[in-house]
């Protein structure tokens, strides 16, 4: 083979091979986000406090009507860069969560960018097409391509807990 050929393409492959692998982070003010923590018991408690609620209401509203109606999930889990692009909007300083409820009667959460006053953001998180269509709302009478995020993963039935180790 020729040497032209040769070294340049070692210096390829060797160069791939020799990138850290980096371990992003999202920026955080410790102190801001303190005000949020919870203990894990306090977290426990509150989703039991959450459950126990949710059985005596069951108890107390004859019928199925509380599932048909309301369908209410214990948890939605969103991936790290639906959240990610609602932390990036143009002048977002929190993150707001609102209650929904889907055709089917299940209680969705929607989440939207807020600003530092606690006002939505109404913007395009995402450019391009969107990965769901909402019913009942064309895209033409859409609000300036305004997005939110919702389609997390409902718990349960995808419900699971590590711990960091």
Same mark, same amino acid.
């Given at each position: 083979?020729?040497?032209?050929?040769? *070294?340049?393409?070692?210096?390829? *492959?060797?160069?791939?091979?020799?990138?850290?692998?980096?371990? /992003?982070?999202?920026?955080?003010?410790?102190?801001?986000?303190?005000?949020?923590?919870?203990?894990?018991?306090?977290?426990?408690?509150?989703?039991?406090?959450? %459950?126990?609620?949710?059985?005596?209401?069951?108890? %107390?509203?004859?019928?199925? /009507?509380?599932?048909?109606?309301?369908?209410?999930? $214990?948890?939605?889990?969103? =991936?790290?860069?639906?959240?990610?692009?609602?932390?990036?909007?143009?002048?977002?300083? =929190?993150?707001?969560? /609102?209650?929904?409820? $889907?055709?089917?009667? %299940?209680?969705?959460?929607?989440?939207?960018?807020?600003?530092?006053?606690?006002? $939505?953001?109404?913007?395009?998180?995402?450019?391009?097409?969107?990965?769901?269509? *909402?019913?009942?709302?064309?895209?033409?009478?859409?609000?300036?391509?305004?997005?939110?995020?919702?389609?997390?993963?409902?718990?349960?039935?995808?419900?699971?807990?590590?711990?960091?180790?």
């Amino acid at each position: 083979m020729n040497r032209n050929v040769i *070294v340049p393409l070692f210096l390829i *492959v060797f160069l791939t091979q020799c990138t850290p692998q980096r371990d /992003y982070k999202i920026p955080l003010d410790p102190v801001k986000a303190s005000r949020h923590v919870i203990s894990i018991q306090e977290a426990e408690q509150l989703k039991n406090g959450f %459950q126990q609620a949710k059985k005596e209401l069951r108890r %107390q509203i004859p019928g199925n /009507y509380l599932d048909s109606a309301f369908n209410l999930p $214990d948890a939605e889990m969103f =991936n790290r860069d639906a959240i990610a692009a609602l932390l990036n909007a143009k002048g977002a300083k =929190n993150l707001r969560i /609102y209650l929904g409820r $889907d055709e089917k009667g %299940q209680v969705r959460f929607v989440l939207l960018p807020a600003d530092a006053e606690g006002r $939505d953001i109404l913007t395009t998180l995402v450019p391009g097409p969107r990965a769901v269509s *909402v019913p009942g709302i064309s895209s033409a009478t859409a609000r300036d391509g305004a997005q939110a995020m919702e389609s997390g993963q409902r718990c349960p039935p995808m419900c699971q807990t590590t711990q960091d180790k």
